[in-house]
């Protein structure tokens, strides 16, 4: 089973400040996702990733940065924390098969709040 | 730009009913995908449509891709209470690395 874990199912954080989301797949996949979902407005891409190092901005990338510094994690950084950015934030990732992208996985989310 | 719109947004019906929630597409993609996901959970993957034409079918569930209308539907058969969940529908975008999800069909099934 295709396995995604993020580093926090809850957080809660003050304004201003930096923040990191961890995304950890264990099945060697190139491409990785970040997303938040907020109610009514489905699930909105933020950046991806389909290498090491490579990285691609999504509809929402103002507010945040990612690293993808080894395959198996990504992550997503807030530089600084704003209210607007409370939201549940969902990591994915998926792989390449005969040159076409497949489903992708899903962790569990971190419902991030911020104060 | 590849906009993906749901239909309904909110579904509610009696256990033993049948109906179909749409997905439309703007432009051209490779395929399509539908998604559960249940209150509080992440989302977990139903169907992966390859092409023109493409059904497929789990338990109460069917899919099915129609790629020249740009249209896709889940249609659900006799509905029971563990089916309640909100759907999601995603689509490729053609020649490129990610997807667009719609905005999700939230379904209630009531006894």
């Known amino acids: 089973d295709v396995k995604v874990t993020q580093s926090s199912r809850y957080l809660v954080k003050r304004t201003g400040e930096k923040v990191f989301l961890e995304c950890v797949q264990d099945?060697?996949?190139?491409?990785m996702f970040w997303y938040r979902q907020d109610p009514g407005l489905g699930l909105r891409l933020i950046y991806f990733?389909?290498?090491?190092?490579?990285?691609e901005k999504g509809d929402i990338p103002e507010g945040y940065s990612v690293s993808r510094e080894k395959k198996e994690r990504f992550s997503l950084i807030l530089e600084s924390a704003s209210t607007n950015q409370t939201s549940m934030y969902l990591c994915a990732s998926s792989f390449w098969i005969r040159g076409a992208k497949n489903e992708q996985f899903f962790g569990p989310g971190t419902r991030l709040t911020v104060l | 730009e590849l906009k993906v719109e749901q239909n309904p947004l909110f579904l509610s019906m009696q256990e033993g009913k049948n109906y179909t929630i749409y997905c439309n597409y703007s432009?051209?993609?490779?395929?399509l995908y539908w998604y559960r996901q249940d209150p509080g959970k992440s989302l977990e993957s139903l169907f992966v449509?390859?092409?023109?034409?493409a059904v497929k079918q789990e338990g109460r569930l069917m899919a099915s891709l129609d790629t020249k209308a740009r249209l896709s539907t889940l249609h659900i058969t006799a509905a029971v209470h563990d089916l309640s969940a909100t759907y999601f529908c995603a689509v490729d975008v053609y020649n490129n690395n990610d997807m667009r999800f719609g905005a999700g069909t939230r379904l209630t099934v009531k006894p």
């Open positions: 432009t051209t993609s490779d395929r």
């Open positions: 990733s389909y290498d090491v190092k490579m990285k």
């Open positions: 449509l390859l092409s023109n034409g």
């Open positions: 099945m060697d996949h190139e491409n």
